[in-house]
């Protein structure tokens, strides 16, 4: 980059640069970013003030590889993070290093579909992120691996199929300049892990993949923990992630968890508005992911427990006893799904209906 822009200098040009450059690489960019002797630095490479500007930014980014503060050009790197809506609300994700095309996938419950847009954008399935072992979770992983024997697949929990990499709290993984550090969660299941990810030189914020742990405007059931443990996963480990962190949730379930949200504090705006943008969003068939944590606590009553409405709500100030009756509560408000017809339960048992399987997934998946 920096032999490229000194290239387009004009000779004499080129020498007052170096010269300024070598000596006092900060003032250099100071100079021309703060416009203050733009003039006179101007006059002396006998350039416009744009073009000089542009080439000392890619000159400054090439010669301290870093960021320089107000210079755009060090946006070197984008995260990218494909969303991908499967089943009946669910999603799956691929997180792709753009210079290398390599790419993680996070809960890839449809194997074939993964597979597909992998090979249409040319590129490099190596390793799978599994939040926990719920089938629609994780139920593509054992299908990748036969396609992709180099395959590593993560979980922190033995029920997780195709697991070849069982991870621990804390635990940081590196894949190129892309990171990810696994958060144990333990509640939902007493296996489910976040993975927070960020990429180096990357001025994008940084992820977070929560499975169902933590939902926009809500969370996961306590299927296999306590409000204890919920309390521990979202007031003490998510919550410590940067206010920046794009929450990546495991399923399509904004507007319930709002409705929800607005029935414990109706006085809330900010409720209010996510709603109608989220209702919006379904009208336009787009998804709510990503959101950003600060944004959940502004209205996801699960990270509000110390607020006097959502106290009021639930009768309780202790933070683990209001989250204990929300949850209790939205279960309630949530109404059960439908339920397969006795014959259909029993031939399931049977194994008659394995192959279907696919079809029956609204009726008997596993809750979120
Ligand atoms: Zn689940």
Redesign the pocket.
């Known amino acids: 980059m920096q032999n490229r822009a000194l290239k387009t200098l004009p000779s004499v040009s080129r020498c007052a640069l170096m010269k300024l450059l070598s000596n006092k690489p900060e003032k250099a960019f100071n100079l021309v970013n703060n416009r203050a002797g733009f003039t006179e630095c101007a006059t002396q490479c006998g350039l416009v003030y744009n073009q000089l500007a542009q080439i000392l930014q890619d000159v400054c980014c090439g010669l301290w590889k870093r960021r320089v503060p107000g210079c755009v050009h060090a946006r070197v790197r984008a995260m990218k993070v494909k969303v991908i809506s499967i089943l009946e609300d669910n999603y799956m994700y691929l997180v792709i290093e753009e210079q290398s095309k390599q790419a993680l996938a996070v809960d890839p419950a449809v194997p074939h579909r993964l597979l597909e847009i992998v090979k249409r954008e040319g590129l490099f399935l190596v390793a799978v992120l599994t939040t926990?072992y719920?089938w629609?979770?994780a139920r593509g992983n054992e299908a990748l691996v036969n396609e992709v024997p180099s395959l590593k697949v993560y979980g922190a929990d033995d029920r997780i199929k195709g697991l070849t990499d069982k991870v621990t709290d804390s635990q940081e993984l590196k894949f190129n300049s892309i990171n990810v550090k696994c958060l144990f969660t333990p509640c939902?299941?007493s296996g489910d892990m976040c993975y927070y990810v960020w990429e180096d030189e990357c001025t994008d914020a940084p992820a977070v993949f929560t499975?169902?742990t933590l939902f926009i405007g809500g969370c996961?059931r306590f299927?296999e923990g306590t409000a204890e443990q919920m309390h521990h996963n979202l007031t003490k480990v998510i919550a410590s992630l940067p206010q920046e962190t794009k929450v990546f949730c495991?399923h399509e379930n904004t507007i319930k968890n709002l409705k929800f949200a607005l029935l414990v504090e109706p006085e809330n705006e900010k409720v209010k508005e996510m709603l109608s943008w989220a209702r919006a969003r379904d009208d336009d068939d787009k998804p709510t992911v990503p959101s950003t944590l600060k944004e959940e606590f502004d209205y996801n009553p699960f990270l509000r427990l110390s607020e006097k409405a959502v106290q009021k709500f639930t009768e309780k100030m202790e933070p683990v006893e209001v989250m204990r009756v929300l949850r209790k509560e939205m279960d309630k408000f949530k109404k059960p799904k439908e339920r397969l017809p006795p014959q259909a339960m029993l031939a399931l048992q049977w194994g008659l209906l394995m192959s279907s399987k696919d079809h029956l997934s609204p009726a008997i998946k596993?809750?979120?």
Request: a negative charge; hydrophobic letters at 5%; glycine letters at 22%.
């Open positions: 926990h719920h629609d979770h939902h299941t499975g169902d996961g299927l495991g596993d809750s979120d």
